[in-house]
Protein backbone atom coordinates (compact mmCIF):
# COMPACT_ATOMS: atom_id res chain seq x y z
CA UNK A 1 0.00 0.00 0.00
CA UNK A 2 2.20 2.53 -1.56
CA UNK A 3 3.63 5.08 -3.85
CA UNK A 4 0.93 5.57 -6.84
CA UNK A 5 -2.28 5.70 -5.24
CA UNK A 6 -5.02 3.74 -7.45
CA UNK A 7 -7.28 5.19 -9.66
CA UNK A 8 -9.66 2.91 -10.04
CA UNK A 9 -10.87 2.65 -6.05
CA UNK A 10 -14.48 1.51 -6.11
CA UNK A 11 -16.61 4.64 -5.36
CA UNK A 12 -18.89 5.16 -2.84
CA UNK A 13 -22.43 6.93 -3.56
CA UNK A 14 -21.77 10.17 -4.78
CA UNK A 15 -24.05 12.94 -2.57
CA UNK A 16 -27.46 13.47 -3.88
CA UNK A 17 -26.47 17.51 -2.98
CA UNK A 18 -23.56 18.44 -4.98
CA UNK A 19 -21.37 18.08 -7.84
CA UNK A 20 -18.34 20.01 -6.36
CA UNK A 21 -15.17 18.89 -8.97
CA UNK A 22 -13.16 21.66 -7.38
CA UNK A 23 -13.46 19.65 -3.79
CA UNK A 24 -12.95 16.45 -5.42
CA UNK A 25 -9.68 18.08 -7.36
CA UNK A 26 -8.52 19.73 -3.69
CA UNK A 27 -9.10 16.38 -2.16
CA UNK A 28 -7.12 14.22 -5.22
CA UNK A 29 -4.36 16.79 -4.48
CA UNK A 30 -4.36 16.85 -0.35
CA UNK A 31 -4.52 13.07 -1.04
CA UNK A 32 -1.50 12.91 -2.95
CA UNK A 33 0.70 15.03 -0.81
CA UNK A 34 -0.57 12.18 1.76
CA UNK A 35 0.60 8.94 0.00
CA UNK A 36 4.00 11.02 -1.01
CA UNK A 37 4.23 11.89 2.90
CA UNK A 38 3.92 8.11 3.67
CA UNK A 39 6.43 7.30 1.11
CA UNK A 40 9.16 9.62 2.89
CA UNK A 41 8.80 8.19 6.43
CA UNK A 42 8.77 4.40 4.76
CA UNK A 43 12.10 5.55 3.04
CA UNK A 44 13.48 7.36 6.21
CA UNK A 45 12.44 3.98 8.08
CA UNK A 46 13.82 1.62 5.15
CA UNK A 47 16.67 3.03 5.98
CA UNK A 48 17.60 0.99 9.09
CA UNK A 49 14.45 -1.68 8.69
CA UNK A 50 13.86 -4.47 7.19
CA UNK A 51 10.94 -4.02 4.34
CA UNK A 52 9.34 -6.85 5.99
CA UNK A 53 8.85 -5.36 9.69
CA UNK A 54 7.46 -1.92 7.95
CA UNK A 55 4.68 -3.30 6.37
CA UNK A 56 3.81 -5.59 9.06
CA UNK A 57 3.75 -3.06 11.82
CA UNK A 58 2.20 -0.02 9.54
CA UNK A 59 -0.24 -2.64 8.43
CA UNK A 60 -1.12 -3.74 11.87
CA UNK A 61 -2.05 -0.16 12.95
CA UNK A 62 -4.24 0.25 9.60
CA UNK A 63 -5.64 -2.93 10.16
CA UNK A 64 -6.98 -1.82 13.70
CA UNK A 65 -8.04 1.34 12.75
CA UNK A 66 -10.65 0.42 9.66
CA UNK A 67 -12.13 -2.48 12.30
CA UNK A 68 -12.38 0.38 14.80
CA UNK A 69 -13.92 2.07 12.15
CA UNK A 70 -16.20 -0.32 11.16
CA UNK A 71 -17.42 -1.16 14.61
CA UNK A 72 -18.49 1.83 15.41
CA UNK A 73 -20.50 2.38 12.22
CA UNK A 74 -21.92 -1.01 12.74
CA UNK A 75 -21.16 -2.28 9.13
CA UNK A 76 -18.66 -5.18 10.36
CA UNK A 77 -20.73 -7.36 7.84
CA UNK A 78 -19.70 -5.35 5.39
CA UNK A 79 -16.61 -7.42 5.37
CA UNK A 80 -18.15 -10.29 3.49
CA UNK A 81 -16.41 -9.83 -0.43
CA UNK A 82 -18.94 -10.97 -2.88
CA UNK A 83 -16.14 -11.63 -5.50
CA UNK A 84 -13.61 -13.40 -3.74
CA UNK A 85 -10.90 -14.63 -6.27
CA UNK A 86 -10.82 -10.82 -7.61
CA UNK A 87 -10.34 -9.98 -3.86
CA UNK A 88 -7.50 -12.24 -3.55
CA UNK A 89 -5.43 -11.03 -6.98
CA UNK A 90 -5.85 -7.03 -5.98
CA UNK A 91 -4.77 -8.27 -2.31
CA UNK A 92 -1.54 -10.63 -3.61
CA UNK A 93 -0.39 -7.49 -6.21
CA UNK A 94 -0.63 -5.17 -3.57
CA UNK A 95 1.46 -7.13 -1.40
CA UNK A 96 3.98 -8.01 -3.86
CA UNK A 97 3.90 -4.17 -5.15
CA UNK A 98 4.44 -2.77 -1.41
CA UNK A 99 7.69 -4.98 -1.25
CA UNK A 100 9.20 -4.10 -4.42
CA UNK A 101 8.46 -0.30 -4.25
CA UNK A 102 9.79 -0.18 -0.70
CA UNK A 103 12.53 -2.02 -1.81
CA UNK A 104 13.36 0.89 -4.16
CA UNK A 105 12.61 3.60 -2.03
CA UNK A 106 15.51 2.10 0.30
CA UNK A 107 17.84 2.37 -2.54
CA UNK A 108 17.27 5.10 -4.71
CA UNK A 109 15.83 8.52 -4.96
CA UNK A 110 12.33 8.93 -3.86
CA UNK A 111 10.92 10.95 -7.06
CA UNK A 112 12.89 8.38 -9.48
CA UNK A 113 11.18 5.32 -8.34
CA UNK A 114 7.92 7.45 -7.97
CA UNK A 115 8.35 8.87 -11.96
CA UNK A 116 9.30 4.94 -13.18
CA UNK A 117 6.33 3.70 -11.41
CA UNK A 118 3.77 5.82 -13.01
CA UNK A 119 4.14 3.79 -16.09
CA UNK A 120 1.76 1.55 -14.80
CA UNK A 121 -1.73 3.13 -16.42
CA UNK A 122 0.13 1.86 -19.69
CA UNK A 123 0.69 -1.78 -18.28
CA UNK A 124 -2.93 -1.53 -17.33
CA UNK A 125 -3.62 -0.41 -20.88
CA UNK A 126 -2.01 -3.72 -21.96
CA UNK A 127 -3.74 -6.27 -19.05
CA UNK A 128 -6.94 -4.67 -20.16
CA UNK A 129 -6.24 -5.87 -23.83
CA UNK A 130 -5.30 -9.25 -22.62
CA UNK A 131 -7.81 -10.16 -19.84
CA UNK A 132 -10.42 -8.05 -20.41
CA UNK A 133 -10.78 -7.76 -23.96
CA UNK A 134 -10.68 -3.77 -24.13
CA UNK A 135 -10.35 -2.39 -27.42
CA UNK A 136 -7.70 0.42 -27.81
CA UNK A 137 -6.97 2.03 -31.58
CA UNK A 138 -3.89 3.70 -32.13
CA UNK A 139 -3.54 7.04 -30.54
CA UNK A 140 -3.39 4.47 -27.42
CA UNK A 141 -1.09 2.77 -29.12
CA UNK A 142 1.20 5.72 -29.70
CA UNK A 143 0.62 6.74 -25.97
CA UNK A 144 2.00 3.76 -24.52
CA UNK A 145 4.77 3.39 -27.13
CA UNK A 146 6.02 7.06 -25.86
CA UNK A 147 5.68 6.22 -22.37
CA UNK A 148 8.06 2.97 -22.58
CA UNK A 149 9.86 5.59 -24.16
CA UNK A 150 10.17 8.03 -21.25
CA UNK A 151 10.84 4.75 -19.39
CA UNK A 152 13.71 4.28 -21.28
CA UNK A 153 14.79 8.05 -20.70
CA UNK A 154 14.80 7.47 -17.15
CA UNK A 155 16.58 4.97 -17.18
CA UNK A 156 19.43 5.56 -19.61
CA UNK A 157 20.84 1.99 -19.37
CA UNK A 158 24.62 1.76 -19.23
CA UNK A 159 24.88 5.71 -19.37
CA UNK A 160 24.01 5.51 -23.56
CA UNK A 161 22.61 9.12 -23.22
CA UNK A 162 24.45 10.77 -21.14
CA UNK A 163 27.69 8.76 -20.26
CA UNK A 164 26.71 8.94 -17.62
CA UNK A 165 24.62 5.66 -15.88
CA UNK A 166 22.87 6.48 -12.61
CA UNK A 167 24.14 5.56 -9.44
CA UNK A 168 21.96 2.68 -8.74
CA UNK A 169 22.40 -0.44 -11.28
CA UNK A 170 19.56 -1.16 -13.80
CA UNK A 171 18.62 -4.26 -11.32
CA UNK A 172 17.09 -1.54 -8.99
CA UNK A 173 15.71 0.55 -11.17
CA UNK A 174 13.69 -2.23 -11.97
CA UNK A 175 12.00 -2.60 -8.54
CA UNK A 176 9.93 0.61 -9.33
CA UNK A 177 9.32 -1.10 -13.03
CA UNK A 178 8.17 -4.24 -11.23
CA UNK A 179 5.84 -1.94 -8.75
CA UNK A 180 4.36 -0.38 -12.11
CA UNK A 181 3.04 -3.46 -13.46
CA UNK A 182 1.81 -5.38 -9.57
CA UNK A 183 -0.25 -1.88 -9.54
CA UNK A 184 -1.67 -2.69 -13.47
CA UNK A 185 -2.84 -6.11 -11.95
CA UNK A 186 -4.58 -4.40 -8.86
CA UNK A 187 -6.37 -1.87 -11.40
CA UNK A 188 -7.63 -4.50 -13.54
CA UNK A 189 -8.58 -6.38 -10.98
CA UNK A 190 -10.81 -3.54 -9.45
CA UNK A 191 -12.55 -3.31 -12.71
CA UNK A 192 -13.94 -7.24 -11.83
CA UNK A 193 -14.24 -6.15 -7.92
CA UNK A 194 -18.59 -5.90 -7.45
CA UNK A 195 -19.51 -2.39 -7.05
CA UNK A 196 -21.34 -2.95 -3.66
CA UNK A 197 -18.03 -4.20 -2.25
CA UNK A 198 -17.13 -2.14 0.78
CA UNK A 199 -14.22 0.49 0.04
CA UNK A 200 -12.81 -0.30 3.62
CA UNK A 201 -13.67 -4.17 3.42
CA UNK A 202 -11.63 -3.78 0.37
CA UNK A 203 -8.84 -1.60 1.86
CA UNK A 204 -9.25 -3.68 5.40
CA UNK A 205 -7.94 -7.24 3.11
CA UNK A 206 -5.51 -5.81 1.16
CA UNK A 207 -3.69 -4.06 4.18
CA UNK A 208 -4.14 -7.63 5.97
CA UNK A 209 -2.75 -9.36 3.40
CA UNK A 210 0.79 -7.05 3.20
CA UNK A 211 0.80 -7.22 7.07
CA UNK A 212 0.63 -10.87 7.07
CA UNK A 213 3.34 -11.20 4.71
CA UNK A 214 5.26 -8.58 5.98
CA UNK A 215 5.82 -10.95 9.35
CA UNK A 216 6.33 -13.85 7.22
CA UNK A 217 9.69 -11.99 5.73
CA UNK A 218 10.54 -10.28 9.21
CA UNK A 219 10.38 -13.35 11.17
CA UNK A 220 12.64 -15.42 8.58
CA UNK A 221 15.24 -12.65 8.63
CA UNK A 222 16.64 -10.05 11.52
CA UNK A 223 14.31 -8.77 13.07
CA UNK A 224 15.11 -4.83 15.09
CA UNK A 225 13.31 -3.53 17.86
CA UNK A 226 12.00 -0.05 17.62
CA UNK A 227 12.46 2.58 19.49
CA UNK A 228 10.48 5.41 20.27
CA UNK A 229 10.88 7.28 17.03
CA UNK A 230 10.79 4.34 14.92
CA UNK A 231 7.67 3.59 16.56
CA UNK A 232 6.64 7.29 15.63
CA UNK A 233 7.43 7.00 12.34
CA UNK A 234 5.05 3.64 11.60
CA UNK A 235 2.33 5.79 13.50
CA UNK A 236 3.36 8.56 11.03
CA UNK A 237 3.43 6.05 7.82
CA UNK A 238 -0.11 4.71 8.62
CA UNK A 239 -1.74 8.05 9.52
CA UNK A 240 -0.60 9.23 6.25
CA UNK A 241 -1.30 5.85 4.25
CA UNK A 242 -4.96 6.20 5.79
CA UNK A 243 -5.59 9.27 5.06
CA UNK A 244 -4.03 9.40 1.47
CA UNK A 245 -6.63 6.38 0.63
CA UNK A 246 -9.34 8.08 2.38
CA UNK A 247 -9.18 11.27 0.75
CA UNK A 248 -8.76 9.47 -2.89
CA UNK A 249 -12.21 8.08 -2.30
CA UNK A 250 -13.64 10.89 -1.13
CA UNK A 251 -12.50 12.87 -4.15
CA UNK A 252 -14.47 10.47 -6.66
CA UNK A 253 -17.85 11.64 -4.21
CA UNK A 254 -17.37 15.25 -5.92
CA UNK A 255 -15.87 14.83 -8.95
CA UNK A 256 -15.90 12.49 -11.84
CA UNK A 257 -13.23 9.84 -11.83
CA UNK A 258 -11.11 11.15 -15.52
CA UNK A 259 -11.27 14.52 -14.04
CA UNK A 260 -9.47 13.30 -10.60
CA UNK A 261 -7.40 10.38 -11.66
CA UNK A 262 -4.49 12.59 -13.28
CA UNK A 263 -4.30 14.62 -10.39
CA UNK A 264 -2.07 11.49 -8.94
CA UNK A 265 0.45 12.87 -10.44
CA UNK A 266 1.20 15.68 -8.18
CA UNK A 267 2.32 12.84 -6.48
CA UNK A 268 5.80 13.20 -8.47
CA UNK A 269 6.19 17.08 -8.05
CA UNK A 270 5.34 16.07 -4.24
CA UNK A 271 8.30 13.62 -4.06
CA UNK A 272 10.76 16.10 -6.06
CA UNK A 273 10.18 18.21 -2.80
CA UNK A 274 10.86 15.61 -0.66
CA UNK A 275 13.69 14.34 -2.12
CA UNK A 276 15.59 17.18 -2.11
CA UNK A 277 15.02 18.82 1.28
CA UNK A 278 15.46 15.77 2.99
CA UNK A 279 18.03 14.13 1.24
CA UNK A 280 19.46 16.39 -0.83
CA UNK A 281 18.40 14.46 -4.33
CA UNK A 282 17.92 16.52 -6.96
CA UNK A 283 16.84 14.66 -9.97
CA UNK A 284 18.84 13.79 -13.61
CA UNK A 285 18.06 15.31 -16.52
CA UNK A 286 16.62 11.78 -17.80
CA UNK A 287 15.10 11.15 -15.08
CA UNK A 288 12.90 14.49 -15.42
CA UNK A 289 12.89 14.23 -18.87
CA UNK A 290 12.05 10.45 -18.90
CA UNK A 291 9.46 11.44 -16.33
CA UNK A 292 7.54 14.15 -17.86
CA UNK A 293 7.76 11.82 -21.37
CA UNK A 294 5.75 8.93 -19.16
CA UNK A 295 3.18 11.66 -17.03
CA UNK A 296 2.13 12.49 -20.13
CA UNK A 297 1.67 9.59 -21.70
CA UNK A 298 -0.67 8.31 -18.91
CA UNK A 299 -2.39 11.67 -18.51
CA UNK A 300 -3.32 11.02 -22.46
CA UNK A 301 -4.42 7.44 -21.94
CA UNK A 302 -6.65 8.69 -18.87
CA UNK A 303 -8.05 11.55 -21.21
CA UNK A 304 -9.28 8.83 -24.25
CA UNK A 305 -11.28 6.59 -21.24
CA UNK A 306 -12.76 9.35 -20.05
CA UNK A 307 -14.07 10.21 -23.59
CA UNK A 308 -14.79 6.72 -24.19
CA UNK A 309 -12.65 6.03 -26.68
CA UNK A 310 -9.61 3.65 -27.78
Avoid at 63 to 71: F, R, S
Avoid at 152 to 167: D, H, K, Q, R, V
Amino acid sequence: MTGPAPHNIPAPPRPVTSDRPARGMAFAVFGSLLLTLNDSVAKLLSEGWPVGEIMGLRGTVIVTAILVIMAIRGNLSALRIQNKPVMAVRALSITAATFTFLTALSLMPIADALAIAFISPVFATLLAIAILKEKVGWRRWAAMAIGFVGVFIALNPGGLLSGEPAPYGWQVAMLPLVTALLIAVRDVSSRRLVSGDDSLAIMFYTVLCVAVAGYATALGGEWVMPGDFEIGLVLASAVFMFGAYFFQIESFRFAPVNLVAPFRYVSLLFATLMGFLIWGDVPAWNMALGGAVIVASGLFIWWREGRGKA
